[in-house]
């Protein structure tokens, strides 16, 4: 990132870095590093690609530093589960930064490779429900974290589970066929 676009994306999320709530996301690991480092990897590719695309600069920078904005693990309330966490994750967001509408529709959809690849193998994660056309990234913005959150996944599984990484690829494939409808 040049100097300039440092500058502009401190600027665009600096409120949520100094916020002693959101704060409490660098004590949960995810994908075999904290959520926060997680969360920032995001949100720098996705205000890249915003800027490659054409999009809302703010509402994909904020909306993808906020998509994984919940506190503990999946596996510690049921709120924080697999297809559910994006809903705490923007109600969260909504509470301690209201963010607009848009934000809070690019959060709640970060996960819909995830259902999509749920409706096409209904056995995986059995206690989930998933809504497809509900889950469905509604902007461009959306789509951004969608596709930012899955390839920073693949980057960090990579490095500690092959396999799941060579699922996050099939994911990201059908996403991409996805984008383009």
């Given at each position: 990132?040049?100097?300039?676009?440092?500058?502009?994306?401190?600027?665009?999320?600096?409120?949520?870095?100094?916020?002693?709530?959101?704060?409490?996301?660098?004590?949960?690991?995810?994908?075999?590093?904290?959520?926060?480092?997680?969360?920032?990897?995001?949100?720098?590719?996705?205000?890249?690609?915003?800027?490659?695309?054409?999009?809302?600069?703010?509402?994909?920078?904020?909306?993808?530093?906020?998509?994984?904005?919940?506190?503990?693990?999946?596996?510690?309330?049921?709120?924080?589960?697999?297809?559910?966490?994006?809903?705490?994750?923007?109600?969260?967001?909504?509470k301690y930064f209201n963010v607009s509408d848009e934000e809070a529709s690019a959060i709640r959809t970060h996960m819909f490779h995830q259902v999509l690849l749920k409706k096409l193998f209904p056995f995986v994660n059995r206690k989930e429900k998933a809504n497809l056309k509900e889950s469905k990234p509604k902007s461009k913005e959306g789509w951004i974290i969608c596709g930012s959150d899955l390839l920073v996944s693949i980057i960090e599984c990579e490095r500690f589970q092959f396999s799941y990484a060579a699922n996050v690829i099939l994911l990201l494939v059908l996403n991409l066929v996805m984008f383009k409808n």
């Amino acid at each position: 990132m040049t100097k300039n676009n440092k500058v502009e994306f401190n600027s665009l999320v600096c409120d949520i870095l100094e916020n002693d709530n959101f704060l409490q996301i660098k004590k949960d690991l995810h994908h075999g590093t904290s959520k926060y480092e997680h969360c920032m990897r995001v949100a720098k590719l996705s205000y890249k690609l915003s800027k490659f695309f054409k999009a809302d600069v703010r509402v994909a920078t904020r909306a993808g530093l906020l998509h994984d904005f919940f506190i503990g693990t999946r596996k510690e309330k049921p709120e924080n589960s697999y297809l559910r966490h994006p809903y705490t994750a923007a109600l969260n967001a909504q509470k301690y930064f209201n963010v607009s509408d848009e934000e809070a529709s690019a959060i709640r959809t970060h996960m819909f490779h995830q259902v999509l690849l749920k409706k096409l193998f209904p056995f995986v994660n059995r206690k989930e429900k998933a809504n497809l056309k509900e889950s469905k990234p509604k902007s461009k913005e959306g789509w951004i974290i969608c596709g930012s959150d899955l390839l920073v996944s693949i980057i960090e599984c990579e490095r500690f589970q092959f396999s799941y990484a060579a699922n996050v690829i099939l994911l990201l494939v059908l996403n991409l066929v996805m984008f383009k409808n």
